[in-house]
């Protein structure tokens, strides 16, 4: 498809409140032929491993699959805040249409996060894309990814870890003065409450499934992580 193109299949949504026309078969045309959020920093390409596991709010998923957008293939991402267990990202899809008007202007708050229609200014992921179009934007807090570092750091403050590998629930725990580590199957004792040096050097050597506790996470593989 060739930047400016004439756009004729224009359909009236409603995004959020922000009133909008898109060419449905257009955007989606482009959208096939893209390839996913490239950035290779480590905050851009956990955002791209949420996206592919559909770890996004059930509401973004929606719009993006009712107009054929593969989550993945965001036409910008960026790394706002690192907070504890949370990373807000702010995140958009270029769509071929126009806003048509805009209730109340500026962003929309939701429980998950906040949104916009607007006009992106460095759109990186959407080279050559047809006119005329705008851009749908996210702020949306996602969970944190965690390096087998955090996994340490916490092990050695003495905090608990539930975390999730090919559908098993796995946990590190501590009760009646010494640590546990429960694999999904079975729990097996690590070692006296206080030794934590050797609490972190033999969680790092069990082994889930096929990947032993410090690959899943150096790789980023685990789910549904807690630090409790």
Same mark, same amino acid.
């Given at each position: 498809?060739?930047?400016?193109?004439?756009?004729?299949?224009?359909?009236?949504?409603?995004?959020?409140?922000?009133?909008?026309?898109?060419?449905?078969?257009?955007?989606?045309?482009?959208?096939?032929?893209?390839?996913?959020?490239?950035? =290779?920093?480590?905050?851009?390409?956990?955002?791209?491993?949420?996206?592919?596991?559909?770890?996004?709010?059930?509401?973004?998923?929606?719009?993006?699959?009712? #107009?054929? !957008?593969?989550?993945?293939?965001?036409?910008?991402?960026?790394?706002? !805040?690192?907070?504890?267990?949370? +990373?807000?990202?702010?995140?958009?899809?270029?769509? +071929?249409?126009?806003?048509? =008007?805009?209730?109340? @202007?500026?962003?929309?708050?939701? @429980?998950? @996060?906040? +949104?916009?229609?607007?006009?992106? /200014? *460095?759109?990186?992921?959407? /080279?050559?894309?047809?006119? /005329?179009?705008?851009?749908?934007?996210?702020?949306?807090?996602? /969970?944190?990814? *965690?390096?087998?570092?955090?996994?340490?750091?916490?092990?050695?403050? @003495?905090?608990?870890?539930? &975390?999730?590998?090919?559908?098993?629930?796995? $946990? #590190?725990?501590?009760? %009646?003065?010494?640590?546990?580590?429960?694999?999904?199957?079975?729990?097996?004792?690590?070692?006296? &409450?206080?030794?934590?040096?050797?609490?972190?050097?033999?969680? $790092?050597?069990? !082994?889930?499934?096929?990947? %032993?506790?410090?690959?899943?996470?150096?790789?980023? &593989? *685990?789910?549904?992580?807690? #630090?409790?």
């Amino acid at each position: 498809m060739e930047k400016g193109r004439m756009i004729y299949k224009m359909k009236a949504f409603d995004l959020f409140g922000f009133q909008v026309e898109i060419d449905e078969v257009a955007t989606k045309e482009w959208y096939d032929k893209a390839e996913e959020w490239s950035c =290779e920093c480590g905050d851009c390409r956990h955002f791209v491993a949420l996206a592919k596991k559909k770890e996004l709010p059930s509401d973004v998923l929606d719009i993006l699959e009712q #107009i054929g !957008i593969t989550p993945e293939k965001a036409t910008y991402v960026c790394e706002i !805040i690192t907070e504890e267990h949370k +990373v807000l990202y702010q995140f958009s899809y270029r769509m +071929v249409g126009n806003i048509s =008007e805009e209730k109340d @202007g500026g962003t929309k708050k939701f @429980g998950w @996060g906040e +949104v916009c229609c607007g006009h992106e /200014p *460095y759109p990186y992921g959407a /080279p050559g894309f047809p006119t /005329p179009h705008f851009d749908l934007e996210f702020w949306v807090r996602l /969970p944190k990814q *965690y390096k087998y570092s955090d996994i340490e750091d916490f092990l050695m403050h @003495g905090r608990e870890i539930e &975390f999730g590998y090919k559908g098993r629930e796995c $946990a #590190i725990t501590n009760h %009646t003065k010494r640590w546990w580590f429960y694999d999904g199957v079975e729990q097996v004792e690590v070692c006296e &409450f206080e030794n934590f040096e050797l609490l972190v050097s033999k969680v $790092a050597e069990y !082994i889930v499934e096929d990947k %032993t506790v410090q690959d899943i996470f150096f790789s980023g &593989f *685990y789910e549904n992580t807690s #630090i409790i």
